[in-house]
């Protein structure tokens, strides 16, 4: 029964920055991360942390993308620097118990790179 809600999405030009920020509201959850999807593209994995701190991200991402969260706040977020035209897509807050489950997930937040 998490609720998640995403902020911080816009344009920017390639090379710029923008911080995503997602709040959950209800249980603390172990696993929260991000996913994007572009359009006619499917939905992928973009970066997740759980409550200890473990992180993981996907290839196209790693050195520019850096993901965080505040227990105390029950928010995540992600820090996305040097961005590409190819990281425009809808991005989308999921917060889980366990790897395996699709767990809920956020309404999404539009970033666009575009000169």
């Known amino acids: 029964q998490v609720q998640l809600v995403e902020s911080g999405g816009g344009l920017v030009q390639p090379g710029g920055s923008l911080r995503l920020s997602c709040a959950a509201s209800?249980?603390?959850?172990?696993?929260m991360g991000w996913y994007r999807q572009a359009p006619g593209k499917e939905r992928e994995l973009v970066a997740t942390?759980?409550?200890?701190?473990?992180?993981n991200y996907a290839d196209s991402v790693k050195g520019r993308f850096s993901i965080s969260r505040d227990n105390a706040k029950n928010t995540v977020y992600l820090q996305m620097n040097n961005l590409k035209p190819e990281d425009t897509a809808v991005y989308y807050c999921?917060?889980?118990?366990?790897?395996?489950?699709?767990?809920?997930w956020g309404q999404g937040t539009q970033v666009t790179v575009s000169s």
């Open positions: 999921n917060a889980k118990t366990y790897t395996w489950q699709t767990g809920s």
């Open positions: 209800g249980s603390l959850v172990n696993i």
């Open positions: 942390i759980t409550r200890g701190g473990s992180t």
